[in-house]
């Protein structure tokens, strides 16, 4: 090869650029992230690197997200399941802190925040479940929503207040079930 | 070539992220499916048939030949709306286009109509398509779900996923990149098509 058509150093650069961009299409292919801050927690958790505060943090991220998003939509017109989901996968981060504590302090972080997790899902599962009153209620949604009730309140270490307030919706979701509430 | 396949690199990269308006994800990136693949494959043949994309030699041929495909497949991904009958009647108009572009005699004129299928694809994804699902939901009257049905109804049209404004701008991106990677193909030389 003679030194004409050797590539120059700018060349090397450019064929450089190439990898990396076509690596960075694999990559993003092959990982599928939805979000910059996912990225980071999911290379944490992945790298075995304080697995325990990147599970938190994942699982605060989806819980924020998926708690805006019920505010902004209308309860009962809009098809719910993404956020469903969202929270699923919240309470999947925070069952992995749990299993990733090290001492009482950090496992009860982590069983407050899965929790409140469960609290706001068995309730827009009530409310999903509940409709208007010519309309009978949704039984199969009301079992799910008792089922995620009953795994918060199986929690050992809940806060006073949280156990209440689960134990007052469990009681709303086994009236809207029972279908004759008044016997 | 190098200049080239960093441009189409750039379509393929950019034309991959969605913005969903609903839902925890900031952004996606979502490759190109089947029908945009074929699609590819078919235009990367007319592109170089026609002479818009030079051809180069040996295996840097092959690796202009496989980025030009996946770019093609990813611009197609970006212009076509979600599947149902409107896509598909739209494939079958962009192949019917594509048998128009290699019966080009001239290199501009065929660069013209793939402009045109560009433009008709964006204004349907991104004008009419929009436009309809904003305008034609029904609300629910008490017991009766109207509004469940319309949506049923529409899905078979258009499976619509809206997506926040700011992805237009990045698809735009995408589009413009492809059209820098076709200006570098706009070199002195001579028109294999007028030459034959």
Known sequence: MNAAARPGPLEWAGWGLLAALTLAILLLTALRPTHPDAIVNEIRLAAGFDRYQAAMDEGDRLFGRATAEFRMSRAGEEDLSIEYGMLAEAAGRFRLAREESEGFGEDQRAQIRLGETCFVWAKALLDEGTGPWYRGNDEETLERARAVVDEALALPNLTGEQRVRLEDLRTRIDRALTPWPIL | ?196
């Not at chain 2, 200049?3 to 952004?27: E, I, K, N």
């Not at chain 2, 572009?101 to 433009?119: F, N, P």
């Not at chain 2, 991104?126 to 049923?152: H, K, Q, T, Y």
């Not at chain 2, 049209?157 to 698809?171: I, T």
């Open chain 2, 1 to 196: 070539m190098l200049a080239t396949c960093l441009w189409l690199a750039a379509t393929v990269l950019l034309g991959g992220f969605d913005l969903p308006a609903r839902g925890y994800a900031a952004f996606q990136f979502a490759p190109f499916g089947l029908v945009a693949g074929l699609l590819a494959i078919l235009y990367a043949f007319v592109l170089a048939q026609s002479g818009i994309v030079r051809r180069s030699q040996g295996w840097l041929d092959l690796l202009l030949l496989v980025y030009w495909t996946a770019a093609t497949a990813m611009a197609f991904r970006v212009l076509l709306p979600g599947p149902g009958l409107v896509q598909v009647a739209l494939v079958i108009g962009a192949a019917v286009a594509a048998a128009i572009l290699a019966g080009r005699r001239d290199r501009q004129e065929a660069l013209l109509w793939l402009g045109i299928v560009a433009v008709v694809l964006a204004v349907l994804r991104f004008g009419l398509v929009p436009f309809f699902e904003a305008r034609s939901g029904l609300p629910d009257w008490g017991p009766i779900r109207l509004g469940e049905a319309a949506n049923a109804f529409r899905d078979v049209f258009v499976a619509y996923a809206p997506e926040r404004p700011a992805a237009q701008a990045v698809h735009f991106g995408a589009l413009a990149c492809y059209a820098m990677a076709l200006r570098t193909q706009w070199g002195n030389r001579t028109d294999p098509v007028a030459a034959a």
